[in-house]
């Protein structure tokens, strides 16, 4: 008997205004798994994010997540039930340690999660075990990146909405940020990954996602993506 997926989004739509950005997505997400939804600059990707978490009043269709619906919930319900939610614009607060941005982060330890402290996220991120003591606005913007997944990790999540990852990164901080991905796929979390760097995607992701013009245009095996030159130039292709 196949499990039922951690994350069911259908019909979704969301505006901004009087824009109409989504426009009936359908996504799924099983337990374990990393999905790679993959797009050109404002095809949709943020959007759908945002609308996931409940962060957009402007929002019709059904969110499902481990069985329950938090459609209608407010954000910071939907992350007590152990949805996690990384924004590309990383947030930290600048002038707390990173120590202290860890501990703003701390949930308790929930059934079907991987159980993170800071020891174990240091592990993970040795960068930020050399500068545990240093506040966060004064960290590059790859430090930033991964102290804000750390922070997130912190409240011990069952799946992950990871928004542009390697954007704007160094490459050696995308290596390190990819080996992480993989990691956290080890330890059994499943990840919503919103991605244009199709390398990165390729070498974390399970299954991909493609949005453009606010509708899921593919959705099949990252491996499909990879070698489906012609799905790659009309929806990826700059």
Excluded at 15 to 21: L, N, S
Excluded at 44 to 67: E, H, I, N, P, Y
Excluded at 218 to 233: S, V
Aim: neutral net charge; aromatic residues 4%; proline residues 5%.
């Amino acid at each position: 008997m196949t499990a039922a997926p951690l994350l069911t989004v259908g019909n979704l739509q969301a505006w901004y205004g009087r824009a109409h950005i989504l426009m009936g997505v359908d996504l799924q997400v099983g337990r374990g798994e990393v999905v790679a939804l993959m797009g050109r600059n404002g095809a949709g990707k943020t959007t759908t994010m945002k609308a996931v978490m409940g962060l957009l009043d402007a929002r019709t269709g059904s969110v499902g997540f481990d069985g329950r619906d938090v459609s209608a919930l407010p954000p910071h319900r939907i992350a007590r039930l152990g949805l996690g939610y990384v924004p590309e614009d990383r947030r930290v607060f600048t002038d707390l340690t990173v120590e202290e941005n860890l501990e703003v982060g701390r949930q308790p330890p929930r059934a079907g999660a991987p159980a993170w402290t800071p020891e174990r996220l240091y592990a993970l991120f040795p960068n930020l075990a050399e500068m545990c003591g240093r506040r966060g606005g004064r960290m590059s913007g790859g430090e930033q990146q991964m102290l804000t997944l750390a922070r997130t990790l912190m409240g011990n999540p069952s799946l992950l909405l990871l928004d542009e990852p390697s954007e704007g990164l160094a490459p050696r901080i995308v290596q390190q940020m990819a080996d992480a991905v993989r990691a956290l796929k080890a330890e059994g979390l499943s990840i919503l990954l919103s991605e244009q760097n199709l390398a990165f995607a390729g070498a974390v992701a399970d299954r991909a996602c493609v949005i453009e013009k606010g509708r899921i245009r593919f959705d099949g095996p990252m491996r499909t993506l990879l070698d489906d030159e012609e799905a790659r130039r009309a929806y990826l292709a700059v």
